[in-house]
């Protein structure tokens, strides 16, 4: 009788090991997809190199433009990012944000 219990004890041993295994193989695939996504070196860098495109003469020339009212703020804003970003927003959800001088948002 103890040789029976102890080969089912066994087995039902094995087998959960093995689904555990199984599972948390799974879990570490998960695991390394949702990280690989999340810290891709080289697309920090892209958006670096595209942010350089700013310049502050630019900025400067245009910044009332982005005052004036909505709809000009928001048009400017779509330009800005279709003609810097443009490669990137399959990869990366781009938004430009403004603020005035004492760091009240303007029409985000």
């Known amino acids: 009788f103890i040789?029976?219990?102890m080969l089912f004890?066994?087995?039902?041993?094995?087998?959960?090991?093995?689904?555990?295994?199984v599972v948390e193989g799974k879990q570490r695939k998960r695991i390394a997809e949702?990280?690989?996504?999340?810290a891709d070196p080289s697309g920090e860098n892209l958006l670096n190199i595209a942010a350089t495109n700013?310049?502050?003469n630019f900025?400067?020339?245009?910044?009332?433009?982005?005052?004036?009212?909505?709809?000009?703020n928001k048009f400017i804003k779509d330009s800005l990012?279709?003609?810097n970003f443009?490669?990137?927003?399959?990869?990366?959800d781009t938004r430009i944000y403004t603020f005035d001088?004492?760091?009240?948002?303007?029409f985000n």
Request: cysteine-free.
């Open 59 to 72: 900025l400067v020339n245009n910044f009332n433009r982005f005052n004036e009212n909505e709809y000009v």
């Open 81 to 83: 990012i279709n003609q």
């Open 3 to 5: 040789f029976w219990i």
């Open 54 to 56: 700013f310049s502050n």
């Open 101 to 106: 001088s004492l760091f009240h948002p303007l």
């Open 34 to 38: 949702k990280l690989a996504i999340q």
């Open 9 to 21: 004890a066994v087995s039902i041993a094995s087998l959960v090991m093995y689904q555990n295994r």
């Open 86 to 92: 443009s490669g990137y927003l399959n990869k990366f």
